[in-house]
């Protein structure tokens, strides 16, 4: 029986993989197609232009080679998206201080125009956790990134990096003051997504999500409508027994 379950098990999981890739492969085939489609009515445009004898081609030939170029480097970030989630190295787990890491995040970003961003440490003892350093840079890269991405332009913008005590070790809090996340984004923030939109969380949520599990920590938000969003990072407290 044990080993009848035990089969059943990893046929559902291959069966959960499978068809997240085919969900995966079926957003990556759409939102390829989105920028193909202005990208051939932009050589068109410029096809009847130059037969046409237009004369104002080399106005306009600017304009129309700052689109395709646009779509280029939108297709570019889709195939580099898909790429970093299909080749997630294995981590290289060591003892590695938190604090440190979110400081080389916060540096990496606080010279964007138009948002502050502070960061805290409101710990008396040093942060360290069992991790692999690179990921979990990425990880609060990724999620100062998406912060940065929900705030609208017309708003000032204020993003709080905090570290604290937590119930399994600590806690890091992303906390923004952007467009806060819809109920029905909120409900597949940590589901596969390929995305073109400046706003969308794309496949790096996905990512820390892995990662952070990876490590027996946990990852979750808290979101309200136009007033921002804050996401929340725990991990356990590095244990050299």
Request: proline letters at 3%.
């Amino acid at each position: 029986m044990i080993m009848e379950l035990t089969k059943s098990a990893e046929l559902l999981a291959k069966s959960e993989r499978e068809s997240a890739w085919r969900e995966m492969a079926k957003q990556v085939a759409h939102e390829i197609k989105n920028p193909l489609t202005p990208m051939k009515l932009s050589v068109q445009h410029l096809q009847r232009m130059w037969n046409d004898k237009d004369p104002e081609i080399e106005q306009k030939l600017q304009r129309i080679t700052n689109t395709l170029i646009e779509q280029i480097d939108t297709l570019s970030s889709i195939a580099s998206a898909f790429s970093s989630f299909a080749k997630m190295p294995k981590p290289t787990s060591e003892k590695v201080d938190l604090d440190a890491v979110l400081q080389n995040t916060i540096s990496l970003f606080k010279e964007i125009d138009g948002t502050t961003i502070n960061y805290t440490n409101h710990l008396s003892e040093k942060a360290f956790v069992f991790a692999d350093k690179e990921q979990l840079l990425r990880v609060f890269n990724n999620l100062v990134k998406n912060a940065l991405q929900c705030i609208p332009e017309s708003r000032r913008g204020q993003i709080t990096v905090s570290l604290n005590a937590g119930d399994i070790g600590y806690t890091v809090t992303v906390n923004d003051n952007g467009s806060g996340i819809s109920k029905e984004v909120a409900e597949k923030i940590f589901t596969p997504n390929f995305t073109t939109k400046s706003t969308g969380m794309g496949l790096g949520l996905v990512m820390a999500k892995n990662i952070v599990e990876n490590f027996d920590g946990k990852i979750w938000f808290t979101t309200e409508e136009e007033k921002g969003s804050a996401f929340y990072v725990e991990l356990p407290k590095y244990n050299s027994v």
